[in-house]
């Protein structure tokens, strides 16, 4: 893929019967382990919103401190880390395991609680007449994660999602700087769903870190989050998510993470290639269509065509697909 591929961007479609109901435009950066953009759909180097797309980032310090090992950290625990979770009881439990290891409890995290993204479970809380802690947040693996730097650094608990606490200051901030090639020492973040600081980064930048992740070699602080995410999927998402789907189906050829608004990443350990992706309306199932299509061009998963629309009785009424 050299020279680059400037190419317009994706433009995912909707249809019902044979008409087209809606339409979405992707932006996409594919970068090489060396930072170069090899591929490019639409404005690869527009400024994004990582959200969620950049956990694997965030918890490298979890890594790189020593906590992961100082606490005797598994694949399960290193893949919540990195994960945005569906609040299901395999994840919940082990959340709370993880608390019960550092000496803490819910209220211990800053994330907010909510019901489970999973429909089931949410279901199965409300009819028991349960309340969702803070173990519940679809974020709360990547927290206990900060919480356990925290106790390993001897860093306070308090106001650890503050821009200035040591703990974004000196490990989640510059790691997320170094990785994706850019200087944010003048910017301002915003806010994320959980409460961390979220910052904008150009889109070739993402792609970037994420072939960094890809192409370190066995063994690192990336390669081990890396390999749990691989080792455990249904913690990276859940039973019904797209990135639990996809880690399985690529068997080890692809790990990817979504974002909120219309957020994809992935990295292709065996290229060393990065892919990062950006719906420009913010729609999911124009970013899942566009990173499912784009996997399966590069080759980390069988062509399996667009996704299918159904009414409530199960009929086929349109598609969602990658014009």
Not at 57 to 77: C, R
Not at 155 to 176: E, I
Not at 222 to 235: C, G, K, S, V
């Amino acid at each position: 893929m050299s020279p680059v591929s400037h190419l317009p961007p994706l433009v995912v479609e909707v249809t019902r019967g044979d008409r087209l109901e809606s339409r979405h435009e992707v932006d996409v950066a594919i970068v090489d382990a060396d930072g170069r953009l090899v591929r490019a759909h639409g404005d690869a180097h527009r400024e994004v919103m990582p959200r969620s797309a950049c956990k694997p980032v965030q918890a490298l310090p979890l890594v790189t401190t020593g906590a992961a090992d100082a606490f005797s950290l598994g694949s399960v625990e290193l893949a919540l880390a990195c994960a945005s979770h569906d609040g299901e009881p395999g994840h919940v439990s082990a959340v709370r395991a993880w608390l019960d290891r550092l000496g803490l409890d819910a209220g211990a995290l800053a994330c907010g609680s909510h019901l489970p993204m999973h429909a089931g479970s949410a279901a199965d809380m409300v009819e028991a007449g349960d309340t969702p802690d803070q173990t519940h947040n679809n974020c709360s693996g990547k927290h206990v994660g900060f919480l356990t730097v925290l106790r390993h650094l001897d860093l306070p608990l308090d106001g650890y999602l503050d821009p200035s606490h040591p703990l974004q200051a000196d490990h989640v901030t510059p790691a997320l700087a170094e990785a994706c090639r850019v200087d944010l020492a003048s910017q301002v973040p915003g806010i994320d769903g959980c409460g961390i600081p979220v910052w904008s980064v150009p889109l070739d930048g993402l792609a970037g870190a994420w072939a960094g992740l890809g192409s370190a070699a066995a063994g690192t602080p990336a390669t081990r989050l890396l390999d749990a995410m691989r080792a455990e999927p249904f913690h990276v998402a859940g039973s019904d998510r797209t990135c639990t789907r996809i880690i399985r189906a690529a068997s080890g050829s692809a790990v990817v993470k979504t974002g909120a608004e219309g957020v994809f990443c992935a990295a292709l350990p065996a290229s060393g290639l990065g892919l990062g992706l950006k719906v420009r309306d913010g729609a999911r199932r124009a970013a899942d269509a566009a990173v499912l299509h784009l996997l399966t061009d590069l080759g980390c998963l069988p062509d399996n065509g667009p996704e299918l629309l159904r009414n409530r009785a199960g009929t086929i009424v349109g598609q969602v697909r990658v014009a």
